[in-house]
């Protein structure tokens, strides 16, 4: 059975804020409600066990959304991540349905209606908006835990581009990201009540005197021993050799150390890098192993091409008062969509029932019952602009009563500004918009 993927995406900043300062921050989603796809029952009891022991990890502000539709989902992450803006530690779990198609990750809407893969910027939400939301904190997580099995490839048209099984993988600097199963491989999905995954993480959150660094070894162990060796989580480290604790440490740095210490030559064995032994040697310079960490370091550092990543981040949070460069702004205006031949509508003549899709995952008009009926001859003018933070793309859509929506036609904005008209001729229809990009 098709079941999970997971990715954290942990950003680790060295400088921490004072405890008074400190602040921890999660969002919580799972969809399993689908209303045109298979069901999901799982994420439902993932997400209570993962609130919990965030809430044990000592997160102060734990949000739990269940079953979103595209136009929540956007708004959950927005919302979050004015929350996770200079918080000590952000993160997001998210556990549902979740493809990759195109080269890019996608986790899916409990309302997406994806007849192709061509659908997905305007019907789900890109990974790399999801991790938007947590830029702006010093530790940055995002856990996904999410089919990776494409749940609509049996019904999508012919023609259709190739979806691959798995997810692709994520490369970041400074990240650690961990898989709960190897590229292309599927994850189980558990037999009782969550998935070996998911039970896993909750278990090692809120463990004391582990740094984060290790999280994604001790979790694949976990999970190895849990499916007798028959799904195997994928970790890739590009973090600092530092290590950080997302919970305090409860022994004092004088105190019994030893079973710290074998943890973090372990992973530093298993690395077999620079950064690995730096690690060990950063926190323990007169170990037991500290003579052989100091061997191995010379030893990979004369090998042919080797790159000798720092053991500390040289890049800082910036100061509270260090001036960030100004975003940019793209305004989208003045649209007016004119009906030069309408759908086909089954011959009858009768009219079209519009509305705009953005890639971004936002809808115009945004309810789902709220539709602008238009015939031959007739002009739709947009009440309203709109604004994003990046070059984006929207649809013309026409509802139908029977199969959902069809698209007209897609359009690009680029960023040049200017006034543009294009002519759109999707389900034998033919009509032109005309709109005006501002970039500010």
Known sequence: MMRFWLVTLTSLFLLAPSAAEARKVALIIGNGDYANTSRLVNPANDIRIIAASAKQAGFDDVTIAADLAVNDFQKAMRDFRA????????????????????????????????????????????????????????????????????????????????????????????????????????????????????????KRLPQPDMPVQLLGGLIRDDVLQATAGSQRPFVSASITGTPVYLVPRTAPATGNRSGLEELLWKGAMAENSVRGFSAYLAEFPAGKYAGQAGENIDRLSKAPGAVIPPVTMVAMKEPASAARPPARKYILS????????LTGRLGLGLPDQLFLRFNTGQRFPEGKSEIYSIKKGESWVVPQSFDFDQPVSFQLREFDDIGGSDNIGTIDLGDAPGTFTKTLGGDASDYRVTYTLTIA
């Open 334 to 341: 003045n649209v007016r969509v004119d009906c030069v031949k």
């Open 83 to 202: 929350k996770a803006d200079g918080a000590e530690v952000a993160m997001v779990y998210y556990a549902g349905h979740g493809i990759e198609a195109q080269g890019k990750n996608w986790l899916i809407p409990t309302d997406a209606q994806l007849k192709s893969d061509l659908d997905l910027p305007y019907e789900a939400i890109n990974l790399d908006r999801l991790m938007e939301s947590v830029s702006g904190a010093q530790i940055r997580m995002v856990v996904l835990d999410s089919c990776r099995n494409n749940p609509f490839g049996r019904s999508w048209r012919s023609g259709t581009r190739a979806v691959v099984n798995g997810l692709a993988g994520v490369e970041a600097d400074d990240v650690l990201v961990i898989f709960a199963a190897a590229p292309g491989q599927t994850a189980a999905d558990g037999t009782s009540g969550n998935s070996p995954f998911a039970t896993s993480l909750a």
